[in-house]
């Protein structure tokens, strides 16, 4: 058969009917505009962004300010660097885990009586090693250590189905660890209270704002 076919696709060729491959001729480049080269020159004009400033080796367990933003209506909004693991010393955390974990705190802290109306953000770090909390208003650290403490516990004791984890849902509903959610959550938990834990960078003046 496949003789056949090969016979067959060779008459085609020489009949006409199907024309040969055409050489490939690679494209000329074309010359840098002067647009281009202003987009270069701002891209290395770039300043560094806030979380780019901090000190990554020298980053233990925590709960890190790590911006306040003023809104243009004039509302402060807080990030918190929830910090979970020590960068580039320790293993990142899975993200099958951290997926199940945003679920489950997203979950919690919109229900927390106290804190439900200030909660903005809950979501994973890109590069895996704890996550951001953004609250509304102007709080600190030590304003937030017994919430995420009570949110930490609630997914270490959790059981049963992830809120959220169907395909009407979640955009990514399989793509989930619960059980390395709540050992994330023990791990982190056992941190809380011992002598490395902090709740200021290592240079508190890297705090930024509007940057």
């Not at 233990?60 to 933003?69: F, H, K």
């Not at 489950?104 to 704890?130: F, H, Q």
Request: charged share 30%; glycine share 6%; aromatic share 10%.
């Amino acid at each position: 058969m496949a003789d056949n076919y090969l016979e067959y696709r060779m008459e085609d060729m020489r009949s006409g009917r199907l024309s040969s491959p055409k050489k490939f001729v690679p494209r000329k480049r074309k010359p840098v505009s002067q647009d281009d080269r202003s987009c270069i020159q701002r891209h290395a004009e770039m300043k560094k962004i806030a979380s780019f400033t901090i000190d990554h080796t020298r980053l233990e367990p925590g709960i890190y300010v790590s911006r306040r933003d003023v809104t243009p209506s004039g509302d402060v909004v807080t990030t918190f660097d929830i910090r979970m693991t020590r960068p580039n010393r320790e293993p990142a955390l899975d993200p099958k885990a951290l997926h199940a974990m945003e679920h489950l705190v997203a979950t919690y802290l919109r229900n927390d009586p106290e804190w439900s109306d200030r909660i903005v953000y809950w979501g994973p770090m890109g590069c895996c090693t704890g996550n951001y909390l953004l609250i509304s208003g102007e709080c600190s650290s030590e304003d937030v250590k017994e919430l995420v403490r009570s949110a930490m516990k609630f997914v270490a004791d959790f059981e049963g189905a992830v809120p959220g984890a169907s395909a009407r849902d979640c955009g990514n509903y399989t793509f989930m660890d619960l059980q390395g959610a709540k050992d994330a959550a023990v791990r982190y938990l056992n941190e809380f209270d011992g002598t490395d834990f902090s709740l200021e960078y290592p240079d508190a003046s890297e705090i930024s704002s509007d940057q």
